[in-house]
């Protein structure tokens, strides 16, 4: 019979605070099921809506061409990265309900400006959207959906994840279906009226 020595015990070592989740998407129906990659590392979340804070809102904006950020984004999410904030993007994208654009669409596009956010030294925690309307023309995305803002699905969903600090927790919305979602969540929330978001960010925050 061997014995363990006590110098082979094993070193464990912390992995960073760092956790990778997965989360299944708002729809209910299986063939749509889909999961959704979230990454935690800190203890306090900024969730940015996407159209009209990140890139400038054109309407459905779907393809790759249609893309612009707004101004002075990368350098607005450097600084809210460095006050150690989990950033999240989290879209309504009616969209698809429409028929205006596929769920595939979204996600090339979110691939792509995760390729830019990552040349620029941005880690974004997770992309999270919404595919349904009530008044959908696709019958498979016609749902009146907790995810869908101002209804507090999606921030929800990251909540329920990792303990975050509520009360350090912020959304940045241009509309007020955004800053509702916020208070439903019970986080706090500001209207980006336009201008540059790093200025934005750095008179709230
Ligand atoms: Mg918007
Ligand atoms: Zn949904």
Not at 46 to 74: M, P, Q, S
Not at 185 to 194: L, Y
């Amino acid at each position: 019979m061997f014995k363990c020595s006590r110098s082979c015990n094993p070193v464990r070592y912390q992995r960073n605070n760092k956790n990778l989740n997965s989360i299944q998407c708002c729809t209910s129906k299986p063939y749509q099921k889909r999961n959704i990659q979230v990454l935690s590392r800190n203890t306090k979340a900024a969730f940015f809506d996407r159209d009209g804070v990140i890139n400038v809102d054109y309407d459905y904006v779907a393809k790759i061409e249609e893309l612009e950020f707004v101004k002075d984004v990368f350098l607005a999410l450097q600084y809210v990265q460095s006050k150690e904030y989990d950033i999240f993007i989290i879209t309504n994208q009616s969209g698809v309900a429409r028929g205006f654009y596929k769920e595939t669409d979204i996600q090339i596009l979110h691939t792509h400006m995760d390729d830019q956010f990552k040349k620029k030294g941005i880690e974004i925690n997770g992309y999270l959207y919404c595919p349904h309307h009530v008044d959908a023309t696709v019958p498979e995305y016609s749902k009146d959906c907790n995810w869908r803002k101002p209804n507090p699905g999606m921030i929800e969903a990251i909540f329920s994840l990792n303990q975050y600090d509520k009360n350090e927790c912020f959304l940045i919305g241009d509309r007020c279906s955004d800053i509702m979602a916020a208070k439903n969540a019970g986080i706090r929330g500001e209207k980006f009226v336009g201008g540059s978001l790093l200025s934005f960010v750095k008179e709230k925050f």
